[in-house]
């Protein structure tokens, strides 16, 4: 696909959000987005139970030592869960046992009520809708966005196989949707390598993103960022949810604040607390691990 057929997609998406207000997850056709997550395709995860991730007595150890301790935590489909807790919590270890990084010693994971995600490989796993940023600096900065979005699109094993690769219409009007989403529409053709810090994360994200992933997992995602893309971050988060499940990693309180509906707060390997984060933060016990370290 060329940049002209790109502007044709953006143009046709602008078009559309300008003429019809479209209302989250509804479409002209008056079913769900259908750029953001798919209805009824084969390998659906099965949230008939509410629950989109399921973690239920994960523990693991490292040399005797505990990262994960009977580990409990489920989210639901759309929501967008904030996971915070000191250093050495185990929020990271975490996304490792959910992606397959980690293999845990015990306990079982589910995505959605049928997935036992202990039974992929950390391919797989990407493979079934689970996307993971990394907080690890962009590779290929030679590409431009454009390049890098196209790029995640041929990662997807339905399309390696076809060697003379184009998006079709609807992966362009698809990429050109996400441009906007990531606030990256104007910088279509700039190599990524030249990006701001707080851009190249939103690129990161946008890769994900054409994967269609149901569930995304961010760690640290505003780490090192201005406030302003912090706070644009933010609502590109705000924009996700619904359509995606996610589940964020942050130590910025202020960004938490802004994004959060229900908060975790992880100790220890294991669930501290609970609730918004007004409630988690007049909790006593949360007061003492964030002092007593
Ligand atoms: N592969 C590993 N081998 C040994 N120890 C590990 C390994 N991975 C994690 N740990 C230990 O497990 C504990 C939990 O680490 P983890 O990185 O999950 O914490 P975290 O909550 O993400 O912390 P931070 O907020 O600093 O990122 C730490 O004590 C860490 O040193
Ligand atoms: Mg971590």
Redesign the pocket.
């Known amino acids: 696909m060329t940049p002209d057929l790109l502007a044709q997609g953006a143009r046709r998406v602008e078009e559309r959000m300008a003429t019809q207000s479209l209302k989250t997850g509804q479409t002209e056709s008056g079913g769900r987005e259908a750029g953001f997550s798919r209805v009824n395709t084969p390998g659906e995860v099965d949230v008939t139970h509410g629950r989109i991730l399921y973690l239920e007595d994960v523990s693991v150890s490292?040399?005797g030592?505990k990262?994960i301790n009977k580990l409990s935590l489920d989210i639901a489909p759309g929501e967008l869960r904030c996971i915070i807790?000191?250093?050495?919590?185990?929020?990271?270890?975490?996304m490792?046992i959910i992606t397959g990084k980690?293999r845990p010693d015990e306990g079982r994971v589910y995505f959605g009520s049928t997935i036992d995600l202990l039974r992929y490989t950390e391919p797989e796993i990407a493979q079934l809708g689970i996307g993971r940023k990394f907080q690890k600096p962009t590779v290929f900065e030679q590409l431009t966005v454009f390049e890098k979005l196209e790029l995640a699109l041929k990662t997807n094993k339905a399309v390696t196989s076809s060697l003379f690769f184009r998006l079709d219409s609807r992966q362009s009007d698809r990429l050109a949707e996400i441009l906007h989403t990531i606030h990256l529409a104007e910088s279509v053709g700039r190599l990524a390598g030249n990006l701001s810090h707080g851009q190249k994360q939103w690129l990161e994200i946008g890769m994900l993103l054409m994967q269609e992933p149901k569930l995304l997992l961010l760690d640290?995602p505003v780490a090192g960022m201005t406030d302003e893309e912090t706070e644009r971050t933010a609502e590109l988060f705000l924009t996700l949810k619904g359509k995606h499940s996610l589940m964020v990693?942050e130590?910025d309180m202020s960004f938490i604040n802004t994004i959060s509906d229900i908060v975790t707060v992880?100790c220890d390997?294991s669930v501290l607390a609970q609730g918004t984060l007004a409630q988690v933060q007049a909790d006593e016990r949360v007061i003492e691990v964030y002092l007593g370290r």
Do not use: R, S, Y
Not at 85 to 94: D, E, S
């Open positions: 490292f040399d030592f990262a807790g000191p250093n050495g919590a185990g929020k990271t270890t975490m490792d980690t640290e990693v130590h992880l390997g």
